[in-house]
């Protein structure tokens, strides 16, 4: 048996980047829960916070990790906030493991200066960086099986991914250890 790959991190930390590489080198299929969201209900992100407001869009997230922890061989990019709450945390071990990507705000605040809008960083960008930074990240870490610098390119975190799964007994199928280890 296998499990799924969930790469977790604040935003702009590389998760969904880094989650089409390992699917890619895995041959395994890739689901964002900040897309599968948009895709379920039509709207962005941005749309849903204004109308639904953080606890209505929680409670959509909530759906979708719930739905997507029924399936094995995925590689998933969790919105940054997923693992905030218990019940998402205990779903997702049942069928995988978290994987933190870790990059410090200075890092995180040049990746996203010229991005997407993301609602939960409204105005100031670097103040709000700085402490949603704070207030998450003693909780990632505890979540987590693990925690990778991902400061790097995101072809080499995603490497890194591959190697810690190597080293674990259920992460990847025997086929996919051969296929990583040709």
Known sequence: M?????????????????????????????????????????????????????????????????????????VLSLGGGVVLDDANVTDLLLTGVLLHLDAPPDVLIERLKDGEVRPLLAGDVQAQLRATHAARDERYRAVADVTLDATRPAAEVAEDVIRWALQQGDVLTPSEHEQVMT
Not at 32 to 49: A, K, M, N, S
């Open 2 to 74: 296998s499990r799924n790959v969930c790469l977790t991190g604040m935003p702009g930390v590389g998760k969904s980047t880094v989650a089409e590489i390992v699917g890619d080198r895995l041959g395994r299929r890739v689901a964002d829960t900040d897309r599968e969201i948009e895709r379920w209900t039509g709207r962005t992100i941005p749309e849903l916070f204004e109308s639904e407001g953080e606890a209505g869009f929680r409670a959509l997230e909530r759906q979708v990790v719930a739905e997507l922890s029924r399936f094995n061989d995925l």
